[in-house]
């Protein structure tokens, strides 16, 4: 059984930093892109970064783009989101997913999704 999860999450003021990980269990992770996801309170679940099976190409929302990093350690099946310069939009819970190829990693299909973690940034 595939499982997903998230922790790492917690309330920051705006402009501090959470590192997320997301660990995969079930199912090694090492030949799909990983993705992290968020839903914010009464929105949809949107996309918002993504990386490679191997690390070496990455994709992000432009609402996060130089101010989040996604990394990935093979070795310990997880994944892991760098946020910094967090703002109050950016409260939302957290999820991982991922998809053989990161050209689809819109459309997430490496398990079912998992509790997610709550990150709430105050102004």
């Known amino acids: 059984q595939v499982q997903l999860v998230e922790s790492g999450g917690g309330l920051v003021q705006a402009g501090g930093s959470l590192r997320l990980s997301c660990a995969a269990s079930?199912?090694?992770?090492?030949?799909?892109?990983m993705g992290w996801f968020r839903q914010a309170a009464g929105k949809e679940r949107e996309f918002v970064a993504g990386i490679s099976g191997s690390g070496g190409r990455t994709r992000y929302a432009d609402f996060v783009k130089g101010r989040f990093t996604i990394s990935r350690d093979n070795a310990q099946n997880t994944v892991f989101l760098q946020m910094n310069s967090l703002k109050p939009e950016d409260t939302a819970v957290y999820y991982c997913?991922?998809?053989?190829?990161?050209?689809?990693?819109?459309?997430?299909?490496?398990?079912?999704w998992g509790q997610g973690t709550q990150v709430t940034v105050s102004s």
């Open positions: 079930g199912r090694t992770i090492s030949s799909y892109a």
């Open positions: 997913n991922g998809s053989p190829a990161l050209l689809n990693i819109l459309y997430p299909d490496f398990g079912s």
